[in-house]
């Protein structure tokens, strides 16, 4: 399993170049291991392999409990292999993955979400590449919550991202209760070592000013294609 995920990771880092988007990989093998209580997630790293050791690509997800929600965390497929359905097909076993792991908990999940890089907040010679990934995307049903959004820092130690956009996975073009946007991040928020989220200024201020819904809009890709 270690030299699978090995390799898996090799795509990964080649797909996630930024260091504020990427967790180290043997925290994904420690989590794995074991049980640990809310708010860290229950996480699932999800590999298609061909001919018993060549990966063709991965996924990995986390299920956080207490919030009931979501999270596809990566997805990355190797260049040679891209356009053959490898990409759908792991995204389907995810989502199906969370979804059994909150059937086993007794309800089902609330949503489910997916950050990106928004184009228009990266690098110029980086445009192509978030834009590819949001028509990707987009073809799986996600849309952006209209959330001003920031992720915390992660383990992999490039601080925090104010480049992502927060996506909904296959909910349509129907807005999101802002409550459970606000349960996941306060739970996503714990996760990563803010255990009081509320006092948090970029918390905070995603939340500042919102209704009790949240719009969710169609990805923009077509300006920079």
Same mark, same amino acid.
């Given at each position: 399993?270690?030299?699978?995920?090995?390799a898996?990771?090799?795509?990964?880092?080649?797909?996630?170049?930024d260091?504020t988007?990427?967790?180290?990989?043997?925290?994904?093998i420690?989590r794995?291991?074991?049980r640990?209580p809310?708010?860290?997630?229950?996480?699932?790293?999800l590999?298609?392999v061909a001919?018993?050791?060549?990966?063709?690509?991965? #996924?990995c997800?986390?299920?956080y409990?207490?919030?009931?929600?979501?999270?596809?965390?990566?997805?990355?497929?190797?260049?040679q292999?891209r356009?053959?359905? #490898?990409?759908?097909?792991l995204?389907?076993?995810?989502?199906?993955?969370?979804?059994?792991?909150?059937?086993?908990?007794?309800?089902?999940?609330?949503?489910?979400?997916?950050e990106?890089?928004?184009?228009?907040?990266?690098?110029?010679t980086?445009?192509?590449?978030?834009?590819?990934?949001l028509?990707?995307?987009?073809?799986?049903?996600?849309?952006a919550?209209?959330?001003r959004?920031?992720?915390?820092?992660?383990?992999?130690?490039?601080?925090?991202?104010?480049?992502?956009?927060?996506?909904r996975l296959?909910?349509?073009?129907?807005?999101?209760?802002?409550?459970i946007?606000?349960?996941?991040?306060h739970?996503?928020?714990?996760?990563?070592?803010?255990?009081?989220?509320?006092?948090?200024?970029?918390?905070?201020?995603?939340?500042?000013?919102?209704?009790?819904?949240?719009?969710?809009?169609?990805?923009?890709?077509?300006?920079?294609?």
């Amino acid at each position: 399993m270690r030299r699978l995920v090995a390799a898996f990771e090799d795509l990964y880092r080649a797909a996630f170049p930024d260091p504020t988007e990427r967790e180290l990989a043997e925290d994904w093998i420690a989590r794995l291991g074991g049980r640990q209580p809310p708010p860290q997630p229950e996480v699932l790293v999800l590999l298609a392999v061909a001919d018993g050791d060549r990966v063709l690509g991965g #996924v990995c997800a986390e299920h956080y409990r207490s919030s009931r929600c979501g999270l596809v965390t990566y997805i990355a497929v190797a260049p040679q292999h891209r356009g053959a359905g #490898v990409a759908r097909m792991l995204m389907r076993a995810a989502v199906g993955r969370l979804d059994a792991l909150a059937c086993d908990q007794g309800e089902p999940l609330r949503a489910i979400f997916a950050e990106a890089e928004d184009p228009s907040k990266v690098d110029a010679t980086l445009h192509a590449t978030a834009s590819e990934r949001l028509r990707i995307l987009g073809r799986f049903g996600a849309r952006a919550v209209d959330l001003r959004y920031v992720q915390p820092g992660l383990s992999g130690g490039g601080g925090r991202a104010r480049h992502l956009m927060l996506l909904r996975l296959g909910s349509g073009d129907a807005p999101i209760e802002c409550a459970i946007v606000q349960d996941y991040m306060h739970e996503f928020y714990r996760a990563l070592g803010i255990p009081d989220a509320e006092a948090d200024p970029d918390f905070a201020a995603m939340f500042a000013g919102t209704g009790a819904y949240l719009d969710t809009l169609a990805l923009p890709t077509a300006r920079f294609t």
